[in-house]
Protein backbone atom coordinates (compact mmCIF):
# COMPACT_ATOMS: atom_id res chain seq x y z
CA UNK A 1 0.00 0.00 0.00
CA UNK A 2 3.24 2.32 0.06
CA UNK A 3 3.44 2.12 -3.16
CA UNK A 4 0.15 3.81 -4.54
CA UNK A 5 -0.49 7.13 -6.13
CA UNK A 6 -1.60 9.54 -3.80
CA UNK A 7 -0.26 8.34 -0.68
CA UNK A 8 2.38 9.99 1.53
CA UNK A 9 5.06 8.12 2.24
CA UNK A 10 6.30 7.27 5.84
CA UNK A 11 9.35 9.90 6.02
CA UNK A 12 7.02 13.04 4.66
CA UNK A 13 7.41 14.87 8.24
CA UNK A 14 11.75 14.46 7.77
CA UNK A 15 11.18 15.53 4.26
CA UNK A 16 8.74 18.41 5.69
CA UNK A 17 11.09 19.17 8.29
CA UNK A 18 14.03 19.15 6.57
CA UNK A 19 12.75 22.04 4.12
CA UNK A 20 11.32 24.28 7.17
CA UNK A 21 15.11 24.06 8.34
CA UNK A 22 16.38 25.16 5.03
CA UNK A 23 14.09 28.07 4.54
CA UNK A 24 14.87 29.03 8.18
CA UNK A 25 18.75 28.60 7.57
CA UNK A 26 18.22 31.29 4.54
CA UNK A 27 16.12 33.59 6.29
CA UNK A 28 18.40 33.95 9.21
CA UNK A 29 20.94 36.45 6.80
CA UNK A 30 17.82 38.16 5.95
CA UNK A 31 16.48 38.79 9.45
CA UNK A 32 19.24 39.75 10.58
CA UNK A 33 20.29 42.47 7.67
CA UNK A 34 17.08 43.67 8.07
CA UNK A 35 17.22 43.91 11.79
CA UNK A 36 20.52 45.73 11.49
CA UNK A 37 19.34 48.32 9.32
CA UNK A 38 17.12 50.03 11.85
CA UNK A 39 19.74 49.83 14.62
CA UNK A 40 22.02 52.54 16.10
CA UNK A 41 25.72 52.42 14.29
CA UNK A 42 27.33 52.37 17.30
CA UNK A 43 25.54 49.51 19.25
CA UNK A 44 26.00 47.55 15.39
CA UNK A 45 29.65 47.69 16.46
CA UNK A 46 29.65 46.37 20.22
CA UNK A 47 27.27 43.36 19.21
CA UNK A 48 25.59 41.11 17.09
CA UNK A 49 22.27 41.38 15.42
CA UNK A 50 20.87 38.71 17.98
CA UNK A 51 21.48 40.81 20.90
CA UNK A 52 19.61 44.04 19.20
CA UNK A 53 16.41 43.57 21.71
CA UNK A 54 18.85 43.96 25.11
CA UNK A 55 20.96 46.25 26.36
CA UNK A 56 24.18 46.86 25.45
CA UNK A 57 27.76 47.93 27.19
CA UNK A 58 29.17 50.48 26.05
CA UNK A 59 32.28 52.93 26.61
CA UNK A 60 31.60 56.51 26.29
CA UNK A 61 33.60 60.18 26.94
CA UNK A 62 31.81 63.01 28.69
CA UNK A 63 33.46 66.75 28.69
CA UNK A 64 31.97 68.53 31.81
CA UNK A 65 31.42 72.08 31.56
CA UNK A 66 34.01 74.20 34.38
CA UNK A 67 31.03 76.60 33.83
CA UNK A 68 28.63 74.62 36.23
CA UNK A 69 31.47 74.80 38.70
CA UNK A 70 30.52 76.45 42.07
CA UNK A 71 32.11 77.46 45.16
CA UNK A 72 31.49 75.06 48.45
CA UNK A 73 33.22 75.71 51.67
CA UNK A 74 37.22 75.58 50.74
CA UNK A 75 37.03 73.88 47.24
CA UNK A 76 34.64 73.99 44.04
CA UNK A 77 32.17 71.51 43.01
CA UNK A 78 30.57 70.50 39.44
CA UNK A 79 27.22 68.24 39.72
CA UNK A 80 25.46 66.62 36.79
CA UNK A 81 24.97 63.82 34.71
CA UNK A 82 27.05 62.11 32.31
CA UNK A 83 24.68 60.73 29.84
CA UNK A 84 23.83 64.27 29.65
CA UNK A 85 27.16 65.27 29.02
CA UNK A 86 27.79 62.56 26.63
CA UNK A 87 24.89 63.19 24.66
CA UNK A 88 23.66 59.02 25.04
CA UNK A 89 20.25 59.74 26.86
CA UNK A 90 20.26 57.33 29.34
CA UNK A 91 21.46 53.67 30.90
CA UNK A 92 23.01 52.35 33.51
CA UNK A 93 26.68 53.28 34.35
CA UNK A 94 28.82 49.86 35.09
CA UNK A 95 31.95 51.40 35.79
CA UNK A 96 34.01 54.57 35.55
CA UNK A 97 37.57 56.00 34.85
CA UNK A 98 39.35 59.68 34.73
CA UNK A 99 42.01 58.14 31.74
CA UNK A 100 41.26 56.85 28.56
CA UNK A 101 43.93 53.71 28.73
CA UNK A 102 41.22 52.86 31.69
CA UNK A 103 37.90 53.98 31.65
CA UNK A 104 37.12 50.73 33.78
CA UNK A 105 39.07 51.57 36.60
CA UNK A 106 36.61 52.56 39.38
CA UNK A 107 32.99 50.82 40.55
CA UNK A 108 30.01 53.32 40.28
CA UNK A 109 29.93 54.57 43.88
CA UNK A 110 33.81 54.94 44.04
CA UNK A 111 36.22 57.66 44.75
CA UNK A 112 38.40 58.58 41.73
CA UNK A 113 41.49 61.20 41.83
CA UNK A 114 41.42 63.69 38.84
CA UNK A 115 44.59 64.12 37.38
CA UNK A 116 44.47 67.61 38.10
CA UNK A 117 43.91 67.65 41.58
CA UNK A 118 40.29 66.85 43.10
CA UNK A 119 37.57 63.95 43.36
CA UNK A 120 35.83 62.27 41.43
CA UNK A 121 32.78 60.01 42.12
CA UNK A 122 29.76 58.59 39.45
CA UNK A 123 26.82 56.62 41.08
CA UNK A 124 25.06 54.60 38.63
CA UNK A 125 22.24 56.57 37.48
CA UNK A 126 25.24 58.66 35.85
CA UNK A 127 25.03 61.05 38.12
CA UNK A 128 28.46 62.53 39.29
CA UNK A 129 30.13 65.00 41.72
CA UNK A 130 33.62 66.26 41.07
CA UNK A 131 35.37 68.53 43.55
CA UNK A 132 38.32 70.32 43.20
CA UNK A 133 40.03 72.58 45.58
CA UNK A 134 41.35 75.15 42.79
CA UNK A 135 38.88 76.72 40.05
CA UNK A 136 38.68 73.67 37.56
CA UNK A 137 40.04 76.40 35.20
CA UNK A 138 38.36 76.81 30.98
CA UNK A 139 37.56 73.35 30.46
CA UNK A 140 36.38 70.87 32.95
CA UNK A 141 37.49 67.17 33.52
CA UNK A 142 36.99 64.37 31.44
CA UNK A 143 34.91 61.56 32.57
CA UNK A 144 35.44 58.16 30.75
CA UNK A 145 32.65 55.60 31.97
CA UNK A 146 31.10 51.99 30.64
CA UNK A 147 27.48 51.98 30.48
CA UNK A 148 24.48 49.53 29.57
CA UNK A 149 22.38 51.41 27.64
CA UNK A 150 18.94 50.51 26.38
CA UNK A 151 18.70 49.38 22.93
CA UNK A 152 18.51 51.71 20.26
CA UNK A 153 16.16 51.47 16.64
CA UNK A 154 16.30 54.36 14.51
CA UNK A 155 15.12 55.28 11.01
CA UNK A 156 18.24 57.32 10.11
CA UNK A 157 20.15 54.62 8.28
CA UNK A 158 17.38 54.45 5.41
CA UNK A 159 16.94 58.76 5.78
CA UNK A 160 20.52 58.79 4.86
CA UNK A 161 20.08 56.42 2.10
CA UNK A 162 16.87 57.82 0.38
CA UNK A 163 18.09 61.48 1.36
CA UNK A 164 22.03 60.62 -0.27
CA UNK A 165 22.01 63.65 -2.75
CA UNK A 166 21.19 62.35 -6.78
CA UNK A 167 20.26 59.13 -5.21
CA UNK A 168 17.10 59.62 -7.39
CA UNK A 169 19.20 59.96 -10.03
CA UNK A 170 20.95 56.81 -9.49
CA UNK A 171 17.76 54.91 -9.37
CA UNK A 172 16.89 56.30 -12.79
CA UNK A 173 20.21 55.07 -14.29
CA UNK A 174 19.78 51.44 -12.54
CA UNK A 175 16.39 51.13 -14.42
CA UNK A 176 18.18 52.65 -17.69
CA UNK A 177 20.86 49.77 -16.99
CA UNK A 178 18.73 46.85 -16.17
CA UNK A 179 15.89 46.76 -18.47
CA UNK A 180 17.61 47.18 -22.16
CA UNK A 181 20.02 44.50 -20.67
CA UNK A 182 17.12 41.87 -19.69
CA UNK A 183 15.78 42.53 -22.94
CA UNK A 184 18.23 42.75 -25.50
CA UNK A 185 19.44 39.22 -24.20
CA UNK A 186 16.46 37.97 -24.38
CA UNK A 187 15.36 38.98 -27.96
CA UNK A 188 19.08 37.26 -29.48
CA UNK A 189 18.49 34.32 -27.50
CA UNK A 190 15.07 33.52 -28.43
CA UNK A 191 16.10 33.05 -32.33
CA UNK A 192 19.22 31.46 -31.40
CA UNK A 193 17.42 28.77 -29.75
CA UNK A 194 15.19 28.56 -32.23
CA UNK A 195 17.58 27.32 -34.24
CA UNK A 196 19.69 25.43 -32.45
CA UNK A 197 16.30 23.21 -31.03
CA UNK A 198 14.36 23.08 -34.71
CA UNK A 199 16.86 24.05 -37.21
CA UNK A 200 19.42 21.51 -39.44
CA UNK A 201 22.62 23.14 -40.01
CA UNK A 202 26.15 21.96 -40.23
CA UNK A 203 27.72 22.26 -36.48
CA UNK A 204 24.65 22.76 -34.86
CA UNK A 205 26.21 19.91 -31.53
CA UNK A 206 29.19 22.12 -31.74
CA UNK A 207 27.94 25.36 -31.20
CA UNK A 208 25.77 23.92 -28.83
CA UNK A 209 28.63 22.48 -27.20
CA UNK A 210 30.89 26.06 -27.09
CA UNK A 211 27.67 27.71 -25.30
CA UNK A 212 27.34 25.33 -22.31
CA UNK A 213 31.49 26.23 -22.18
CA UNK A 214 30.90 29.21 -22.08
CA UNK A 215 28.71 29.26 -18.57
CA UNK A 216 31.70 28.61 -16.80
CA UNK A 217 33.76 31.03 -18.20
CA UNK A 218 34.58 33.83 -15.29
CA UNK A 219 33.45 36.98 -16.76
CA UNK A 220 36.12 38.77 -14.52
CA UNK A 221 38.62 37.30 -17.28
CA UNK A 222 36.64 39.16 -20.29
CA UNK A 223 36.32 42.36 -18.29
CA UNK A 224 39.77 44.36 -19.69
CA UNK A 225 39.57 42.93 -23.13
CA UNK A 226 36.39 43.81 -23.64
CA UNK A 227 36.32 47.21 -22.30
CA UNK A 228 39.86 47.89 -24.42
CA UNK A 229 37.06 46.62 -27.59
CA UNK A 230 34.77 48.88 -26.68
CA UNK A 231 37.02 51.98 -26.85
CA UNK A 232 38.29 50.39 -30.26
CA UNK A 233 34.77 50.12 -31.96
CA UNK A 234 33.99 53.84 -30.31
CA UNK A 235 31.77 53.17 -27.43
CA UNK A 236 33.78 53.51 -24.51
CA UNK A 237 32.37 53.53 -21.23
CA UNK A 238 28.41 55.07 -21.57
CA UNK A 239 25.27 52.74 -21.34
CA UNK A 240 25.63 51.56 -24.84
CA UNK A 241 28.39 50.05 -23.46
CA UNK A 242 27.39 48.19 -20.57
CA UNK A 243 24.40 47.04 -22.30
CA UNK A 244 26.35 45.00 -24.74
CA UNK A 245 28.62 43.91 -22.05
CA UNK A 246 25.49 42.61 -19.84
CA UNK A 247 24.26 41.01 -23.44
CA UNK A 248 27.55 39.00 -23.99
CA UNK A 249 27.26 38.12 -20.14
CA UNK A 250 23.94 36.40 -20.07
CA UNK A 251 23.50 34.98 -23.58
CA UNK A 252 25.16 31.66 -22.70
CA UNK A 253 22.59 30.99 -19.74
CA UNK A 254 20.15 32.38 -22.39
CA UNK A 255 20.52 30.37 -25.25
CA UNK A 256 21.14 27.57 -22.92
CA UNK A 257 17.90 27.50 -20.81
CA UNK A 258 15.56 28.55 -23.71
CA UNK A 259 16.86 26.13 -26.38
CA UNK A 260 16.26 23.58 -23.53
CA UNK A 261 12.74 24.32 -23.40
CA UNK A 262 12.00 24.81 -27.12
CA UNK A 263 13.58 21.29 -28.03
CA UNK A 264 10.69 20.01 -25.07
CA UNK A 265 8.06 21.68 -27.02
CA UNK A 266 5.88 19.14 -29.00
CA UNK A 267 7.26 18.45 -32.28
CA UNK A 268 3.72 17.54 -34.14
CA UNK A 269 2.74 21.34 -33.59
CA UNK A 270 5.68 22.26 -35.15
CA UNK A 271 5.68 19.60 -38.12
CA UNK A 272 1.66 20.33 -38.75
CA UNK A 273 2.24 23.86 -38.83
CA UNK A 274 5.12 23.79 -41.42
CA UNK A 275 2.95 21.23 -43.21
CA UNK A 276 0.53 24.32 -43.68
CA UNK A 277 3.01 26.05 -45.24
CA UNK A 278 4.21 28.72 -42.21
CA UNK A 279 7.82 29.63 -42.53
CA UNK A 280 10.42 29.15 -39.77
CA UNK A 281 9.64 32.86 -38.84
CA UNK A 282 6.03 32.44 -38.49
CA UNK A 283 6.46 29.16 -35.89
CA UNK A 284 9.20 31.04 -34.17
CA UNK A 285 6.85 33.93 -33.60
CA UNK A 286 3.26 32.34 -33.49
CA UNK A 287 3.95 29.07 -31.78
CA UNK A 288 7.19 28.67 -30.64
CA UNK A 289 7.71 32.18 -29.02
CA UNK A 290 3.83 32.02 -26.56
CA UNK A 291 4.78 28.48 -25.59
CA UNK A 292 8.38 29.41 -24.50
CA UNK A 293 6.93 32.00 -21.91
CA UNK A 294 7.87 30.38 -18.83
CA UNK A 295 10.77 30.07 -19.90
CA UNK A 296 11.55 33.79 -21.03
CA UNK A 297 10.57 34.49 -17.75
CA UNK A 298 12.79 32.58 -15.89
CA UNK A 299 15.69 33.88 -17.32
CA UNK A 300 14.09 37.37 -17.31
CA UNK A 301 14.07 36.63 -13.38
CA UNK A 302 17.82 35.93 -13.08
CA UNK A 303 19.05 38.62 -15.30
CA UNK A 304 16.96 41.37 -14.21
CA UNK A 305 18.38 40.37 -10.53
CA UNK A 306 21.99 39.86 -11.78
CA UNK A 307 22.02 43.68 -13.67
CA UNK A 308 20.13 45.40 -10.98
CA UNK A 309 22.54 44.18 -7.72
CA UNK A 310 25.64 44.10 -10.56
CA UNK A 311 28.63 46.56 -9.06
CA UNK A 312 31.61 45.43 -10.78
CA UNK A 313 30.64 45.79 -14.81
CA UNK A 314 29.15 49.16 -13.48
CA UNK A 315 31.97 50.07 -12.10
CA UNK A 316 34.60 49.24 -15.13
CA UNK A 317 31.68 50.15 -18.21
CA UNK A 318 30.43 53.54 -16.80
CA UNK A 319 31.76 56.37 -15.92
CA UNK A 320 32.25 57.78 -12.55
CA UNK A 321 30.10 61.11 -12.28
CA UNK A 322 27.21 61.50 -10.43
CA UNK A 323 25.20 61.46 -13.74
CA UNK A 324 25.84 57.94 -14.53
CA UNK A 325 26.16 56.14 -11.56
CA UNK A 326 24.00 53.24 -10.42
CA UNK A 327 22.40 52.92 -7.19
CA UNK A 328 25.06 49.96 -6.46
CA UNK A 329 28.14 51.87 -7.05
CA UNK A 330 26.68 55.25 -5.73
CA UNK A 331 26.03 53.35 -2.20
CA UNK A 332 29.60 52.06 -2.39
CA UNK A 333 31.19 55.37 -3.13
CA UNK A 334 29.36 57.90 -1.54
CA UNK A 335 27.52 56.54 1.78
CA UNK A 336 29.94 53.61 2.67
CA UNK A 337 33.19 55.55 1.47
CA UNK A 338 36.40 53.61 1.08
CA UNK A 339 36.09 51.15 4.26
CA UNK A 340 32.52 50.28 3.94
CA UNK A 341 32.41 49.26 7.48
CA UNK A 342 28.94 51.42 8.39
CA UNK A 343 26.52 48.39 8.83
CA UNK A 344 23.76 49.81 9.33
CA UNK A 345 23.83 52.20 5.90
CA UNK A 346 24.47 48.65 4.28
CA UNK A 347 22.12 46.80 5.56
CA UNK A 348 19.40 49.97 4.50
CA UNK A 349 20.71 50.02 1.09
CA UNK A 350 20.66 46.58 0.79
CA UNK A 351 16.65 46.62 1.49
CA UNK A 352 16.05 49.60 -0.36
CA UNK A 353 17.59 48.25 -3.43
CA UNK A 354 16.16 45.14 -3.20
CA UNK A 355 12.21 46.68 -3.47
CA UNK A 356 12.16 46.32 -7.23
CA UNK A 357 14.00 42.89 -7.39
CA UNK A 358 11.13 41.64 -5.46
CA UNK A 359 8.49 42.93 -7.28
CA UNK A 360 10.03 41.44 -10.04
CA UNK A 361 10.37 38.29 -9.06
CA UNK A 362 7.15 37.87 -7.16
CA UNK A 363 5.30 39.28 -10.36
CA UNK A 364 6.98 36.19 -12.51
CA UNK A 365 7.64 33.68 -10.22
CA UNK A 366 5.29 31.22 -11.13
CA UNK A 367 6.88 30.83 -14.12
CA UNK A 368 10.21 30.38 -12.69
CA UNK A 369 9.87 26.92 -11.72
CA UNK A 370 8.67 25.90 -15.14
CA UNK A 371 11.43 27.31 -16.95
CA UNK A 372 13.74 25.99 -15.03
CA UNK A 373 12.51 22.19 -15.23
CA UNK A 374 12.01 22.59 -18.71
CA UNK A 375 13.74 19.59 -20.86
CA UNK A 376 14.62 17.74 -17.90
CA UNK A 377 11.98 15.47 -18.21
CA UNK A 378 10.21 13.78 -21.61
Known amino acids: MAGIAGRGTRLGWVINLSVLALVILWLIPTVGLLVSSFRDRDQISETG??????????????????????????????????????????????????????????????????????????????????????????????????????????????????????????????????????????????????????????????LIAAIVGLLVVPLQLALVPLLSLHYKVGIGQGFLGIWMAHTGFGLPLAVYLLRNYMAGLPRDIIESAKVDGATDFQVFTKIVLPLSFPALASFAIFQFLWVWNDLLVAKVFLPSTDEA??????????????????????????????????????????????????GSVK
Open 49 to 206: WWKAPFAVEQTYRARVDAGGAVAEGTGFVITGNVFEAAGVGSGQVTAFGVTGRDPAAFAPGDMAELRGGGMLTVAGDGSFRATSPEEFGRRGPSIYFQAATPPKFTLDNYRRVLGADAMDRAFINTLTVTIPATIIPILIAAFAAYALAWMEFPGRGL
Open 325 to 374: KVMTVKIADDLLGSRGGDWGILAAAAFTSIAVPLLVFFTLQRYLVRGLLA
